[in-house]
C-alpha cells in the first residue's frame, strides 16, 4: 500500500504540471491524453486529473501520499472535508485542520475520516466551530431544497412511479415510519418460512402508512377535508366481480374498494342503474378507536388461521359487508393483516370459520 501511494502521488504530480503536453495535443487535461492513448478508461482519468488538481492545493495531503502514510482514499475523504468546510474559515484554521486530518488518516479507515472531517472544526477552532456549522448547514439547506423534487407518475399498467429527492431529514422520517409497518410483516413471514423482497415490503408499508392517515389532519382541500371517492355500481359492490372508478379515472375492482372501506377514509359513492348517487358513505363507516381498541384485546393478531401478525399492525374487517347493510359492531368485526385482508375481499378465495373463532382461507375450485 505505503508503495502504491507513493507511485500514485508522482503520477499526480505529474499530471498537475503536464498542462503543455496537453496543449500540444490539443486535449482538455493531461488525463485525455493517456485516455487517448488508450492507456486509462476516460472516468477514472478524468478522476486523477481532478485530484491532482486538488492535492496541488494541499501540500499535507501531498507529503502524506509521497510518504505513503495513507491511502488515495484516505486524500479524497481528507480533501473533501476541507472543501465542505464555510468559506469565510480563516486558512490558518483551514492549515490545522489539514494537519490533524492527515495525522487522523494514518490510523483510521477513510469513511471514519469523513465522519471525522465533519466536526474537525471542534478540533482545531472550537470558538468558531459552532458558528461556521451553522452557515454551513444554512447552506446546504438552501441547495437541498433547490434539488427537492417528488413526481407519481401512473404507467398505464395498473402500476405508478414514484421518484423523488427529498432533504435527509425527510428520507430519515420516512424510512423509519414505513420500517415500523414492515417490521410485523416480516416478522410474521420469517415465522412462516417465507422471504418477501425488502423494497416489496416497503412498497406495501407506503400502502399501509396512506390507508391510516386521519383525513381530519390534513389541509383543507377544495372546500372540505381531503377525501377520496371512489363510484361504483351497486350490482357491482355486491358481485364478486365488478368495477369501481376513483376521481381520477383510476380503476380498481370492486374488492379492492370493499377492502378500502373497512378500514381507509375512503368515501364510497354507491350507484344505481340509472348511475344516480344511492348512497355516499360516511367515514363513521369506519371503526372508532375505542372499537379498534376493543378488537385488539379481543383478538391480539391476525384472525387468519396460524397468522402471527400483531393487533397493532391489522386492518379491521366487517363479517358482514356494510354494502349489504352490515353494522360497525364489535360482534361483526375481526382483525386481519394486509395480506389476509386481501384476500378475504378476493373473489378466488373462500373461507370457513374454524371452532376458536380464527378463518381458514381457500382457493375456489
Known sequence: MRAESRLLELQLRIQAVAQDLADQECARHPGAVITAANLDDPKHAHSIHKLAVEVERHDRVRAGMAAGAFTEAHARAIIDSLDALPDDVPVEVVSRAEVDLCELATKHQPAEIRILGKSILDNVAPEIAEEAI?????????????????????????????????????????????????????????????????????????????????????????????????????????????LATMADGTLLTASEARRLACTASIIPCVLDGKSEVLDLGRAKRLYSPAQRKALAIRDKHCRADGCTVPATWCDSHHLEPWSQGGKTDLNTGILLCGHHHRRIHDPKYGTSRMPNGDYRFHLRR
Request: no cysteine.
Open 134 to 242: 451553522a452557515k454551513a448547514l444554512l447552506k446546504k439547506e438552501a441547495e437541498v431544497a433547490r434539488k427537492t423534487t417528488l413526481s407519481i407518475t401512473p404507467l398505464g399498467d395498473g402500476t405508478t412511479k414514484i421518484y423523488g429527492i427529498v432533504p435527509d431529514a425527510v428520507g430519515v422520517r420516512l424510512k423509519t415510519v414505513l420500517e415500523s409497518f414492515v417490521q410485523p410483516r416480516k416478522t410474521a413471514l420469517e415465522a412462516d418460512g417465507k422471504i418477501r423482497p425488502r423494497g416489496r415490503l416497503m412498497a406495501e408499508a407506503l400502502e399501509a402508512l396512506l390507508e391510516r392517515v386521519d383525513p381530519d389532519d390534513l389541509p383543507a382541500h377544495g372546500g372540505d377535508a381531503t377525501t377520496v371517492i371512489v363510484t361504483v355500481p351497486l350490482a357491482s359492490l355486491r358481485a364478486e366481480l365488478g
